[in-house]
């Protein structure tokens, strides 16, 4: 009697392995758990393995960065001017916070690439979502024989977390977007290059 029970269960497992073998069982999901010192685990249906924390750093690398917020900085007007010409620049405040004090270096060159002359010229304080405008006049030179104006400098800024004493370079005009003009090329040098003009407006 007991050999025929042990016959029976025999083939009974017998015919449960064949039947699984044919209907696999559904794949397991992902599941998480924690480890002895809490951090968490992600088990893979996979059989693989990984640390959540290390999987979120690796998504965060792969997203691109983005962009920092910049103010616009805008040449408006051309005049011509007794003995010289005149510029009108805008700067358009669009930072979550004021500024407070931003003094660029506006330099003029001819159409051959000689710089003419270099006039400092300040901003501020300029509310966030506010303009501030001011006017730069080049002494000797027309307007016709200005073909390219360069911003530049802009050092020791009050802006944010940027004050006078910021040893920063370059990261006061970093925050300010140079805006292309119709009247005439309108760029921002790149902070590696220093300025060699001092020139000063009162």
């Not at 992600?42 to 960065?65: C, F, I, R, V």
């Not at 400092?120 to 080049?138: E, H, I, L």
Request: include cysteine; hydrophobic fraction near 40%.
């Amino acid at each position: 009697m007991n050999r025929m029970k042990t016959t029976i269960w025999v083939g009974a497992a017998a015919v449960a392995l064949v039947l699984a073998a044919a209907y696999p069982l559904p794949a397991r999901a992902d599941f998480e758990l924690a480890d002895a010192k809490g951090k968490r685990i992600l088990l893979k249906d996979d059989g693989t393995w990984q640390y959540k924390n290390a999987l979120a750093s690796s998504s965060a690398a792969s997203e691109p960065a983005k962009e920092q917020p910049q103010a616009d900085l805008l040449l408006e007007r051309r005049i011509e001017a007794p003995g010289g010409c005149r510029f009108e620049m805008v700067l358009v405040n669009t930072l979550p916070y004021a500024i407070r004090n931003l003094v660029p270096e506006f330099a003029v060159f001819r159409a051959n690439g000689v710089e003419y002359r270099a006039l400092t010229a300040g901003f501020g304080p300029v509310r966030p979502g506010d303009k501030g405008r001011r006017t730069v006049q080049f002494e000797g030179i027309a307007c016709s024989d200005v073909a390219k104006i360069q911003v530049r400098g802009g050092d020791r800024c009050d802006m944010g977390d940027l004050q006078k004493f910021s040893e920063a370079v370059g990261e006061c005009l970093a925050r300010v977007r140079v805006q292309p003009s119709k009247l005439l090329a309108f760029e921002k040098l790149s902070p590696d290059i220093s300025s060699t003009s001092h020139d000063s407006k009162p």
